[in-house]
C-alpha cells in the first residue's frame, strides 16, 4: 500500500434519493424496462430472480440502464504511520473516535458499504492482545494503552452505520526501523530473536520459520474470536518488497527448514502458501461466516515468465513477494481476490485494462469473488490520473466484466483530499444509488423472513418508517425502497430489484428499529426487506403509503 495526503474537509452531505415511477410495479413491456435487476449477475452465473415472495419464480429481465444492486463498494483506511487513522499518535480516545466516524461518515456520503480497517500494522495490536504490545500508532508509545478498545469501538462504530468490517492485518512487518531495541521489552521479536530478520532498514518475522508462521496465525486469530468482524484482509506484503543490491537473510532457515526444496523460491512460496491456507482454515473453523480475502500487488506474472501470466511487463508478486495469489484463488483459500490493479487504462507495461480480465477469468468458477483495489491516491497526478474521470472509467470498464464483484480504494484520505474531485465523478456516475454486498453463498446463512412496516410518518427531515422483524430469524439490516403514488403489489418483487429505488439500508435493532427515508416531493409508497448478516433479502414488506 502507498501513502497519501492528510488534509480532510468537511464531511459531503447525504445525497437525496431518486425514486422510481409507480409504473415501474406494473407487469408488461413498461415493467421489463422500469424493473429492473443486478448488472452483475450472481457468483452462479444464474440469471436474477424476484425477491418477493409473491413470485418466488419470478425472472427479473436486466435494464442495461440500471447500476449494479450487489457491489463491494470499499476503503481501506490505514493505521501504519498513522496515514489514516489515528491521524497521529496520542490523541485522546474522544479525539481518535471523532475521527473514526467522521471517516465512517464520510464513507457513506460516498456510497460505499464496507471498510477494511488496518488494526495490526506493526506485529502490534489495535485491542489488548495477549500476544501483542499495544500499537505505537495509537499513543506514540509501543505498548502503552489508550485508554479505551479501538478494535471494538471501531467494529460497533461501523456496524451502527450498515458498513461491513474488514479487520486488516499485516502478518509479518514487525517494524518500519531496523532497531530490536526499540521494540518495548515484552515484544515477541525480542523475546524470540531468531525469529526475525532485518531488510532494508526495516524487521520481519521470518515466514520460513514454523514456529514464527503459527504464531502470527494465533495473535491474529485472537480479535477474529473475540470480535465481530465480517472479514479478515491481508495486503500485499509477505516477503519484503526486495531492493537493489539486498538479499533476504534466510539462507541458515532454509538449511533448517527447507528440506524437499532445492529451490529456496519455491520454498518461500510455499512458506506463504502455508500460513494462507492456515489462516483461511482457521477463520472458517472459528467463523464461517467471516470472509477471508487477500489485497496482492497486481501482477502474478508476465506472460514473458509463465504461459499463464497476464500480458503485462511489470514486477512479478510471485517472483518479487514469493506470493502465489493465483494459486490461492484456484486452491479455494479465499472467499475474496483483491488485487490492487493501482495503474491506468492504456498503461504499457501493466494496463488495467488488460489486467481485470486476466484476474476475471483466474477467479471464473472458482467461487472466489473479485474485488479491484483502485489507486486513489495517485488522482491528481500527471498524466492520465490528472484526469478526475480515470477513477470512473475504471468502474465504467468493470460494468462490462460482470465477474468483478466491486472496488476497494486506497485510501480514506485520498478520497477526501488529491482524489475528492475523482471520486464525485464516481459518486456521481456510479454511486448515486445505495448497493448491497454481494452473497458469497458458500458461507451459508439464509434470508430472514419478510419484515412489516408499522408505521411510516412524514416530517420537516423525511418519512419515518417503525419497522419490526418477521417470525424466526432476526436481521442483521433492512433495505428500504421508494415508487412514487399508491401501492400496487404486482411487479413490486422486480421493481425492488432495481437499486434506483432503495433509499438507503439501516442496522436492525432489538425491537423496532427507525429509518427516516429522504425528504421528497408528492406522494409514495414504501417497502422493505430483510437481510442476514451474510446479505441474503427477504421478499417484501406489507407497503406502506405516505401522501
Same mark, same amino acid.
Given at each position: 500500500m502507498a501513502s497519501s495526503h492528510r488534509n480532510r474537509p468537511a464531511s459531503r452531505p447525504p445525497r437525496a434519493a431518486v425514486l422510481i415511477p409507480r409504473t415501474a410495479l406494473l407487469c408488461g413491456a413498461l415493467a421489463a424496462v422500469l424493473t429492473t435487476s443486478l448488472v452483475h449477475a450472481p457468483s452462479s452465473g444464474a440469471a436474477p430472480r424476484a425477491a418477493g415472495a409473491d413470485a418466488p419464480d419470478q425472472v427479473c429481465e436486466t435494464d442495461p440502464q440500471a447500476p449494479p444492486k450487489r457491489q463491494m463498494r470499499a476503503e481501506w483506511i490505514a493505521g501504519v504511520q498513522n496515514i489514516d487513522w489515528p491521524s497521529e499518535q496520542g490523541l485522546t480516545p474522544q479525539e481518535q473516535q471523532d475521527e473514526l466516524t467522521a471517516l465512517y461518515d464520510r464513507a457513506v456520503d460516498n456510497g460505499l458499504n464496507a471498510v477494511f480497517v488496518q488494526v495490526r500494522p506493526t506485529a502490534d495490536a489495535f485491542w489488548p492482545s495477549p500476544h501483542e504490545p499495544w500499537s505505537e500508532w495509537l499513543t506514540g508509545e509501543q505498548g502503552g494503552d489508550p485508554g479505551y478498545d479501538p478494535l471494538e469501538f471501531a467494529v460497533e462504530a461501523a456496524h451502527a452505520r450498515n458498513l461491513e468490517f474488514h479487520a486488516w492485518y499485516n502478518p509479518y512487518r514487525v517494524a518500519m526501523h531496523a532497531d530490536p531495541e526499540r521494540l518495548v521489552g515484552s515484544h515477541p521479536a525480542r523475546q524470540n530473536p531468531d525469529w526475525v530478520f532485518e531488510y532494508a532498514g526495516r524487521l520481519y518475522y521470518d515466514p520460513g520459520i514454523p514456529e514464527a508462521r503459527e504464531f502470527v496465525i494465533e495473535a491474529m486469530m485472537h480479535s477474529v474470536e473475540n470480535y465481530d468482524v465480517d472479514g479478515v484482509h491481508f495486503d500485499d506484503y509477505f516477503y519484503p518488497y526486495p531492493v537493489a543490491g539486498q538479499t533476504i537473510p534466510d539462507a541458515d532457515t532454509f538449511a533448517r527448514h527447507g528440506g524437499g526444496f532445492d529451490d529456496i523460491a519455491d520454498w518461500r512460496r510455499d512458506n506463504v502458501d502455508q500460513m494462507v491456507?492456515?489462516?483461511? !482454515?482457521?477463520?472458517?473453523? #472459528?467463523?464461517?461466516?467471516?470472509?477471508?480475502?487477500?489485497?496482492?500487488?497486481?501482477? $502474478?506474472?508476465?506472460? +514473458? +515468465?509463465?504461459?499463464?501470466? +497476464?500480458? /503485462?511487463?511489470?514486477?512479478? +508478486?510471485?517472483?518479487?513477494?514469493?506470493?502465489?495469489?493465483?494459486?490461492?484463488? /484456484?486452491?479455494? $483459500?479465499?472467499?475474496?481476490?483483491?488485487?490492487? =490493479? %493501482?495503474?491506468?487504462?492504456?498503461?504499457? =507495461?501493466?494496463?488495467? #485494462?488488460?489486467?481485470?480480465? $486476466?484476474?476475471? !477469468?483466474?477467479? !471464473?468458477?472458482?467461487?472466489?469473488?473479485?474485488y479491484v483495489g483502485q489507486a486513489a491516491y495517485k488522482a491528481g497526478n500527471a498524466g492520465a490520473w490528472s484526469d478526475p474521470r480515470e477513477l470512473a472509467r475504471h468502474l465504467e470498464f468493470n460494468r462490462d466484466h460482470p465477474g468483478v464483484h466491486g472496488d476497494v480504494y486506497f485510501s480514506a484520505t485520498s478520497l477526501a483530499t488529491n482524489a475528492r474531485e475523482a471520486m464525485d465523478v464516481v459518486v456521481d456516475e456510479h454511486y448515486a444509488h445505495p448497493a448491497l454486498i454481494p452473497v458469497k453463498d458458500d458461507l451459508g446463512g439464509a434470508a430472514p423472513a419478510e419484515? =412489516? =412496516?408499522?408505521?411510516?410518518?412524514?416530517?420537516?427531515?423525511?418519512?419515518?418508517?417503525?419497522?419490526?422483524?418477521?417470525?424466526?430469524?432476526?436481521?442483521? %439490516?433492512?433495505?428500504? %425502497? #421508494?415508487?412514487?403514488g399508491p401501492p400496487g403489489r404486482d411487479g413490486v418483487a422486480c421493481g425492488v430489484e432495481d437499486p434506483r429505488s432503495m433509499v438507503g439500508t439501516v442496522r436492525a435493532a432489538d425491537g423496532e428499529t427507525v429509518f427516516t427515508a429522504p425528504a421528497g416531493d408528492g406522494d409514495r409508497t414504501y417497502y422493505v426487506t430483510a437481510l442476514d448478516r451474510l446479505h441474503h433479502e427477504s421478499g417484501v414488506s406489507n407497503p406502506r403509503y405516505v401522501r
Open positions: 491456507q492456515g489462516m483461511s !482454515e482457521a477463520v472458517h473453523a #472459528a467463523k464461517p461466516h467471516v470472509k477471508f480475502g487477500i489485497s496482492p500487488f497486481g501482477i $502474478w506474472r508476465n506472460a +514473458s +515468465s509463465d504461459p499463464d501470466g +497476464s500480458a /503485462t511487463n511489470g514486477s512479478q +508478486s510471485y517472483d518479487g513477494q514469493y506470493a502465489d495469489s493465483r494459486k490461492w484463488v /484456484t486452491e479455494g $483459500w479465499l472467499d475474496y481476490i483483491n488485487p490492487q =490493479v %493501482y495503474w491506468e487504462i492504456g498503461l504499457p =507495461v501493466a494496463d488495467y #485494462a488488460v489486467l481485470v480480465p $486476466w484476474w476475471e !477469468e483466474v477467479a !471464473e468458477g472458482t467461487g472466489t469473488h473479485l419484515p =412489516v =412496516v408499522t408505521r411510516a410518518v412524514r416530517g420537516d427531515a423525511g418519512t419515518e418508517l417503525t419497522i419490526r422483524p418477521g417470525r424466526g430469524q432476526d436481521p442483521a %439490516y433492512y433495505a428500504v %425502497y #421508494a415508487f412514487d
